[in-house]
């Protein structure tokens, strides 16, 4: 068995076993943890087994499925897929070790169904990144829908429901097109060879000789699903209800892994598989990449709700990323695909920060808090470096991918690159504007005090402060007592800020590991063998 089998058997059989704890919520979650860690300390042979320098796919594995119609299960990883496993083995047993500082599960639901949906999730999702057969790829694609949607239509806020089938129906949708895509490739195969296969290197080379016509309707279909699941705009508009009613958790998983799916499957299938049809419609793509980068900057300033603010955040991303894929220059791309670890990373630890924020207030309403870093200082200063690595500070990993990208695209494309660094200006003002109102001024906001009582007295001086007992009176009213971050929560959060200061120096070993894939991705679009 390769390593990249036992990443995607480990969290099947964690899933199996966790789910029938549901009368023990302690023993479901130190057995979720460990099953998780032990598939983040698999990911560091797997990693140091892959070689940058050999061939495009390794850790490959077939087995016969549908032999008659040329399916397979067949596995393997190149630079970009090995990135995005990564990122999910860690983020997961994070959204493990969080669960009950993050999220309270409603009443009724046990910890074992919960963390056995999400370990299924997770093995989906490897299983997604490592197909290397199409039509496998398309039933995974499909099938990682159905834990998604649990977890957000079975744990999340007042109207989950609504976010939930409108998440499924989206991608399930998006799905479909493709696989009409996949057949029409899949006849050309039998038209060239007289049997046909979903081989994914097969069909490249089958697929890349048809007409152009012929590639940009087949194009079309598997960008529309990853257009929608990246999800690019005008796609985007599952994902302010999904990310807003999803519990933080789950939110980790769908904005820093499953959205990769999408950009991954640019780089995948439609570069190689359609490169004259890549080229033709790139300039709609383009244009696409920076509406949604200014449309996500200026949505997120004008948010009052701090997770639907990240899903605007994260939509202004992924048109940094679009945009780095599609001018086929590899500076840019190798940007962006470090642009994907990177946002996961980011991304991810925004929102475990504004999960423990909520935690303490009982509110996602911005308005609600103020002078928060007054009371939970390594909160605030939590919030602080999530925030400065979203805004790709110098000094953090963000920054590293968003100047390749800027500095690839502006070669072929200066108007769309300086269309593209207005975002920049506005993540900065956008994400500032954020950490000012939520933790800096006076300490404010309904979120941080107890209810009034009847009857009490009217302010008379703003700001004013002082002690009764062991409660603190602000403006006559009680501040809650909010304790700061404990060794758990720095536990769960240290590796995250490790990971973003320390690519943020030093980013060599994702960009080494990435760079030969885009370039075989970029010789293939560009006609090479």
Not at 262 to 281: D, V
Not at 475 to 504: H, N, Q, W, Y
Request: aromatic share 10%; charged share 10%; glycine share 10%.
């Amino acid at each position: 068995m390769t390593w990249l089998l036992a990443l995607i058997l480990l969290p099947l059989v964690g899933a199996a076993v966790v789910a029938g704890m549901k009368s023990n919520d302690k023993l479901a979650v130190a057995t979720a943890l460990a099953v998780t860690v032990v598939e983040l300390l698999l990911v560091i042979p797997f990693w140091a087994s892959y070689s940058p320098s050999g061939a495009r796919i390794q850790q490959a594995t077939t087995m016969d499925w549908i032999p008659s119609f040329g399916i397979h299960i067949s596995f393997g990883t190149d630079g970009i897929s090995l990135v995005m496993i990564a990122v999910i083995a860690l983020l997961v047993p994070i959204v493990v070790g969080a669960l009950g500082l993050t999220d309270k599960l409603p009443a009724g639901r046990s910890a074992g169904g919960f963390l056995s949906l999400i370990m299924l999730q997770e093995a989906l999702t490897i299983g997604v990144f490592a197909a290397t057969d199409v039509f496998l790829f398309y039933v995974l694609f499909e099938i990682m829908l159905i834990p998604m949607y649990f977890l957000i239509g079975g744990y999340g806020g007042p109207n989950r429901q609504y976010a939930a089938v409108k998440f499924f129906l989206y991608s399930f949708l998006g799905g479909l097109i493709m696989l009409a895509s996949a057949i029409g490739a899949y006849a050309l195969s039998v038209d060239k060879y007289g049997k046909g296969t979903f081989d994914w290197a097969t069909l490249v080379t089958v697929v890349r000789d048809a007409p152009k016509g012929t590639q940009i309707w087949l194009f079309l279909g598997f960008f529309l699903a990853f257009a929608i699941k990246a999800p690019l705009v005008p796609f985007h508009t599952w994902l302010p209800d999904a990310a807003g009613q999803a519990p933080i958790g789950v939110a980790v998983l769908l904005v820093g892994v499953l959205d990769k799916v999408g950009t991954f499957g640019f780089l995948r299938y439609c570069l190689p598989m359609f490169p004259e049809a890549s080229k033709a419609l790139a300039p709609l793509v383009l244009v696409l990449s920076v509406v949604g980068i200014l449309y996500g900057s200026i949505l997120a300033a004008g948010q009052t709700d701090m997770k639907r603010f990240i899903a605007y955040v994260s939509i202004a991303h992924f048109g940094f990323i679009a945009l780095g894929i599609f001018t086929f220059n590899e500076q840019a791309m190798v940007g962006s695909v470090s642009y994907m670890l990177n946002h996961s990373l980011a991304t991810g630890m925004l929102i475990v920060v504004v999960g423990l924020v909520i935690m303490r207030g009982g509110s996602t309403r911005i308005s609600d808090y103020g002078g928060m870093a007054k009371v939970t200082p390594l909160l605030g200063g939590m919030l602080l470096i999530a925030g400065l690595s979203t805004l790709s500070l110098p000094g953090t990993n963000s920054f590293i991918s968003e100047f390749l990208v800027l500095l690839g695209s502006f070669v072929d494309h200066p108007v769309y690159t300086i269309l593209a660094t207005l975002g920049m200006v506005l993540a900065a003002a956008y994400v500032l504007w954020l950490y000012q109102r939520v933790m800096q001024g006076p300490v404010r906001g309904d979120a941080l005090f107890l209810p009034a009582p009847t009857g009490s007295p009217t302010p008379t001086s703003a700001g004013s402060a002082s002690a009764v007992g062991t409660a603190t009176v602000v403006d006559s009213k009680a501040l809650k007592a909010i304790k700061d971050l404990g060794v758990r929560e720095i536990a769960i959060l240290a590796p995250m800020v490790v990971l973003i200061i320390g690519l943020g120096f030093y980013p060599k070993p994702v960009l080494d590991t990435v760079t030969p894939s885009v370039q075989q991705t970029l010789s293939a679009v560009q006609g090479g063998k």
